[in-house]
T-cell receptor, first 113, second 114 residues
Framework: AQKITQTQPGMFVQEKEAVTLDCTYD???????LFWYKQPSSGEMIFLIY??????QNATEGRYSLNFQKARKSANLVISASQLGDSAMYFC??????????FGAGTTVTVRA | NAGVTQTPKFQVLKTGQSMTLQCAQD?????MSWYRQDPGMGLRLIHY???????DQGEVPNGYNVSRSTTEDFPLRLLSAAPSQTSVYFC?????????????FGDGTRLSIL
């Protein structure tokens, strides 16, 4: 079974607007971590934000925030005030107690001027 | 401050050839892993290691070997290259322990098998 599901292959967003990228996950471990990575066209993987399964607050890092709904097993990434440099592929990933990271298929975001 | 270094960045092989993709990290991370990235499939785990002398298979291990003789290095060997192994390969490392440790990625190796 797929551990991480990202249902949006591609999204367009207007510059300065917010965009939400969907991520649902599947695990039976009570302790797990959820990560979002950005992959620009240059190819490197850039860590953006982390949410732990026991964290009470939603994670935020600058313009990135994570809408964590544990009961629904969703961890959506919100990018506020989009910039042209946000155009990239975004991956949701989950780390369980065996340290292995499972990735979703990714969502391509294109920011329009 | 090198982080995770992968070499080479690009490689073209013929079917049946063997080669080793190098990965080195200077952060004293216990955990290291290799992924392949194919269009529409995200990153898939090939092999991983939780420390020197310890390796294990990931999701797609067939056709690849690894070893971990030191904490710093985690080479990936293609035994007999096949066109299906054309992909972008990423090495990553992190501390073991709590799940909040993000993995640090190398810049990737783009491999083409003809």
């Amino acid at each position: 079974a797929q551990k991480i599901t990202q249902t949006q292959p591609g999204m367009f967003v207007q510059e300065k607007e917010a965009v939400t990228l969907d991520c649902t996950y599947d695990t039976s471990d009570p302790s797990y971590g959820l990560f979002w990575y950005k992959q620009p066209s240059s190819g490197e993987m850039i860590f953006l934000i982390y949410q732990g399964s026991y964290d009470q607050q939603n994670a935020t890092e600058g313009r990135y925030s994570l809408n964590f709904q544990k009961a629904r097993k969703s961890a959506n990434l919100v990018i506020s005030a989009s910039q042209l440099g946000d155009s990239a592929m975004y991956f949701c990933a989950m780390r369980e107690n065996d340290y292995k990271l499972s990735f979703g298929a990714g969502t391509t975001v294109t920011v329009r001027a | 401050n090198a982080g995770v270094t992968q070499t080479p960045k690009f490689q073209v092989l013929k079917t049946g050839q063997s080669m080793t993709l190098q990965c080195a990290q200077d952060m004293n991370h216990e955990y290291m892993s290799w992924y392949r990235q194919d269009p529409g499939m995200g990153l898939r785990l090939i092999h991983y290691s939780v420390g020197a002398g310890i390796t294990d298979q990931g999701e797609v291990p067939n056709g690849y070997n690894v070893s971990r003789s030191t904490t710093e290095d985690f080479p990936l060997r293609l035994l007999s290259a096949a066109p299906s192994q054309t992909s972008v390969y990423f090495c990553a490392s992190s501390y073991s322990g709590p799940n909040n440790q993000p993995q640090h990625f190398g810049d990737g190796t783009r491999l083409s098998i003809l």
